[in-house]
């Protein structure tokens, strides 16, 4: 089974600018979720998708952060503008979405601003 | 809320040695607990998990018990290799909303 693809690997950016990744989830996962890892810290939900809709945003900071899942599917993260604290790694992870069913991550993306 | 509190690390050892990871939880209900491991430049890759009190989770000579009456789930491996170096994430899931919640992770060196 394919993993959980995320794009780009990479990305530096300067203050100011507009960022997008991408996560194409498991095969079948209805159950899509955004974390956002900090340098030396766990990783922390930004947002949860069930199919196409959102079930959880709360700790997305909507006012420069927006994410979609158009035919529940495929995901974008975007920010802007982005921020120095900003910088980190923004892993996505699916699951099946049935309860207790475990995360599979993504390899993520690292973002440094500058 | 949820938590979960790990060991801060850096922890270093030298290969053979007997690694524990202590993990403690507080949540309500009943939540799934899992370990995750994170490779330099990789991202995370579950360990093991275990469902309910008393399972025993165990996966690559890693094991870990889950305690409900101490709400722990410490992992312990009684042998470590240099490729056991990894930064180790203790989580747990509730079923409802199906959402993890991590520790802030610990970080295993192993020397030759």
């Known amino acids: 089974e394919a993993g959980v693809a995320q794009s780009p690997r990479y990305k530096i950016i300067e203050k100011r600018q507009s960022v997008a990744f991408w996560c194409n989830p498991i095969s079948g996962h209805a159950t899509l979720y955004w974390y956002q890892q900090i340098l030396g810290q766990g990783p922390k939900l930004l947002i949860q998708f069930q199919n196409n809709g959102v079930v959880d945003d709360s700790q997305l900071p909507k006012d420069r952060f927006s994410a979609e899942r158009l035919k529940g599917v495929d995901s974008t993260l975007k920010i802007q503008p982005a921020k120095l604290e900003d910088s980190a790694v923004y892993l996505c992870a699916s699951s099946h979405g049935q309860g207790g069913s475990p995360n599979t991550f993504g390899s993520g993306t690292r973002l440094t601003v500058v | 809320g949820d938590s979960v509190t790990q060991m801060e690390g850096p922890v270093t050892l030298s290969e053979e040695a007997f690694l524990t990871i202590n993990c403690t939880y507080t949540a309500t209900g009943y939540p799934s607990l899992f370990w995750y491991v994170q490779y330099p430049g990789e991202g995370l890759q579950l360990l093991l998990k275990?469902?309910?009190?008393?399972d025993k989770g165990s996966n690559k000579g890693f094991e870990a018990t889950y305690r409900k009456e101490t709400t722990s789930f410490h992992l312990e491996k009684g042998s470590v290799q240099v490729s056991d170096s990894a930064v180790y994430f203790c989580?747990?899931?509730?079923?409802?909303?199906?959402?993890?919640?991590f520790g802030g992770g610990t970080r295993v060196l192993v020397k030759p």
């Open positions: 275990a469902t309910k009190a008393d």
């Open positions: 989580a747990l899931l509730k079923a409802a909303g199906n959402k993890l919640t």
